[in-house]
């Protein structure tokens, strides 16, 4: 399904720019190991937290580096975008990626990790905004939302090798000889988005009355201020409980080995995939941004909620929910469609990223609370149970609350 999804919106970006086709395909291959990087936690956290004696707050700040070390750098790289183009601000930063993977690979104490996943954080950082900003700059407006949902759903696939493949590679080779096969991977990325990339002719140049190229330009629209609050949590919750919390929950409450927690993670992981592509034409279908983003999110906080109050659920149900939460979660590319439609083209790049920041920046201050918060909870002696449906539903609170900033956005409704 996602090949035949993948080939379609190909055919169709090919027939709008027929030379960005091979451009796409390198920088969606980037991007899905960057999601793998950013969801393999969960899955190995039991045997890396043995191996390099981590507790569940010094697991938080290993997943946490990799998001802090992604969102830092996000305002020069749009930057970088939209003066030098795509492709050296996307291979050059990726052996970053390389290295990074290397030493988490070879870790032996906590800081290891640590150093290890920032700098494939940092490599990883450049990946999906390239690739948003080339289709910003050759596709319409009207869209991006299928697109770059599209772009999400393929590179989703990262998650699904994070989940049962990666356990059975663990297993039968150990999970350091897989993360140094991850790094032969992304080094081959690297050198063919090097090779590949193929830079979308330069913008009009910059007219009288027309914003300047420059952060400010962006903070001073305000049509995105009611967006970064929820872009702040929303994402970053799928992304926490995906990359940090759901594997220790099937493992901590149900007593899951790790092929079958990597099983149960797959219901979670095959939901992201296919929400991602069932997002992207929904903005044309019913003509509004803002209302998808609502309903998606409302779901989604029914599913925390279920899992609040009642943890120990048996696993299929848990599954499910946990699926509910990944794949109506999945508004990311629609929350950025509605962020792109009030970006003029000379701050698309500084645009695009500065709301990637707070998306991104919210997953790395989320990884450590949650952290500290689990790891609080086991000090007291509460529950595993009872901790993670304490989490969900801390997670639901504040994800409520910032839609209720939301709802006080202006829509933008796709107009061809």
């Not at 640590?114 to 905004?129: D, S």
């Amino acid at each position: 399904m996602a090949s035949r999804a993948g080939s379609s919106i190909f055919n169709r970006f090919e027939n709008e720019s027929p030379d960005r086709v091979p451009t796409l395909v390198v920088l969606v291959f980037g991007y899905l190991l960057s999601q793998f990087y950013r969801s393999f936690l969960a899955v190995i956290a039991p045997e890396l937290a043995a191996d390099v004696h981590l507790g569940p707050a010094e697991l938080g700040m290993v997943s946490a580096a990799f998001f802090a070390a992604f969102a830092v750098v996000q305002l020069p790289i749009g930057a970088s975008l939209d003066r030098f183009g795509a492709g050296r601000t996307v291979a050059v930063p990726m052996l970053s990626a390389v290295a990074g993977a290397t030493v988490f690979a070879l870790a032996r104490e906590p800081w290891h990790s640590v150093a290890g996943m920032a700098l494939i954080g940092f490599g990883c950082a450049p990946i999906y905004m390239g690739a948003l900003w080339v289709i910003g700059r050759t596709t319409t407006s009207a869209r991006f939302a299928l697109f770059s949902s599209v772009i999400v759903g393929i590179g989703s696939l990262g998650n699904l090798a994070a989940a049962t493949p990666l356990a059975a590679a663990a297993a039968a080779f150990g999970w350091r000889t897989t993360m140094l096969a991850i790094a032969a991977a992304t080094l081959v990325s690297a050198v063919l988005v090097f090779l590949v990339v193929k830079e979308p002719p330069p913008a009009e140049p910059h007219a009288d009355g027309a914003p300047k190229p420059s952060i400010a330009a962006v903070l001073a629209i305000r049509e995105l201020w009611p967006l970064y609050p929820i872009a702040l949590v929303s994402y970053p919750i799928v992304v926490a409980i995906r990359g940090l919390w759901v594997g220790p929950y099937f493992s901590q409450v149900h007593g899951l080995a790790p092929v079958e927690r990597g099983n149960a993670v797959s219901v979670m992981v095959f939901a992201m995939i296919a929400g991602a592509f069932v997002y992207g034409p929904l903005d044309r279908w019913f003509g509004t941004r803002k209302w998808v983003v609502v309903a998606g999110t409302v779901a989604t906080i029914a599913g925390l909620t279920a899992l609040a109050f009642a943890p120990a659920m048996p696993v299929l149900p848990a599954s499910l929910m946990f699926g509910v939460i990944g794949g109506i979660g999945m508004t990311y590319g629609v929350l950025m469609a509605h962020a792109r439609a009030f970006l003029p083209t000379p701050v698309l790049g500084r645009g695009l990223t500065l709301m990637n920041m707070f998306i991104i920046g919210g997953a790395a201050i989320l990884q450590p609370l949650s952290g500290m918060f689990m790891a609080r909870m086991a000090s007291g002696g509460t529950s595993p149970a009872a901790a993670h449906g304490a989490l969900y539903g801390a997670f639901a609170v504040a994800l409520t609350a910032t839609l209720v900033v939301y709802l006080f956005a202006r829509d933008a409704r796709p107009s061809a």
